[in-house]
């Protein structure tokens, strides 16, 4: 082989090595960008994102006026109805917030219940110079809020429609008469202790839920625990529990035990 024909080749091979550590390097790169084109370089701004977990758990407020998003007047709360609290967020398969679940209750003697609200319909009303420093308000009235639908988790469709309802105990106690669930308010229930027919202390009433007409379909119980801790909150339907009152004093039957309930599907409203 000439040198003339020994140089080509040696160039033809570099070259050729050459383009395929090019090729390499241009995989490489696009291998690199398939692995991370599903995450972004995002700088977090608290004066237009908001964190779910700052929303979860905060006050909503309702106003029959209009909300102007400006800085809150010295007595503008006092205008307002506190409605209860943000316990959800629901989003859709597409990553869209659809609306926010609020947990109604202690308003206008309501029984706790969960209504949906489209995000839109949220103000947020500066309280501050700070971004953070907010009032959550809908515009509603008070009868808008009673008369809302309840919302209903598919979780909590599915774990009722898998409990196997109970038979109202037949309890007499001296001194104590048997009461109907309409003699009574949901303040007078909500915190009433409830026994096994045997007086085992189970657990306590934590909140009642509503029916689309406002009538009283299911109440919580919040079985065990201690000092508030540990707690399990199982729902279960009025005609299930046998309601005694005793000179206000308020009991509340069912024919289980602390375990037994304990085993039941836990309510995630």
Not at 21 to 46: I, K, Q, R, S
Not at 95 to 123: H, N, R, Y
Not at 206 to 232: H, M, N, Q
Request: glycine share 8%; charged share 25%.
């Amino acid at each position: 082989m000439s040198l003339s024909s020994r140089t080509q080749k040696a160039r033809f091979t570099t070259g050729l090595l050459a383009s395929a550590a090019t090729a390499l390097v241009l995989a490489t790169a696009a291998n690199a960008d398939g692995h991370t084109a599903a995450f972004m370089d995002l700088e977090f701004d608290n004066t237009q994102n908001l964190n779910a977990s700052e929303l979860i758990g905060a006050r909503v407020y309702a106003s029959e006026a209009d909300i102007a998003n400006e800085p809150l007047a010295a007595d503008g709360e006092k205008e307002w109805d506190d409605i209860g609290e943000i316990d959800e967020i629901v989003l859709s398969r597409s990553g869209d917030i659809t609306s926010v679940i609020i947990g109604v209750g202690g308003f206008l003697g309501l029984g706790e219940k969960s209504v949906a609200v489209d995000l839109s319909q949220l103000t947020f009303v500066s309280d501050g110079e700070d971004a953070d420093e907010y009032f959550i308000v809908v515009k509603a009235s008070a009868a808008g809020v009673k008369d809302a639908p309840e919302y209903v988790s598919n979780v909590d469709t599915m774990a009722q429609s898998d409990r196997q309802m109970l038979t109202a105990p037949a309890i007499e106690r001296e001194g104590y008469e048997p009461v109907q669930t309409e003699q009574l308010t949901s303040e007078t229930l909500t915190g009433a202790r409830v026994y096994g027919s045997n007086d085992e202390d189970i657990g306590e009433i934590d909140r009642l839920l509503l029916t689309d007409a406002g009538k009283i379909d299911r109440a919580v119980i919040d079985v065990g625990g201690f000092l508030g801790l540990g707690e399990k909150p199982v729902a279960v339907t009025m005609d299930e529990l046998t309601i005694m009152q005793k000179d206000g004093d308020v009991r509340v039957y069912i024919d289980s035990t602390q375990e037994a309930l304990e085993a039941q599907p836990a309510y995630e409203g």
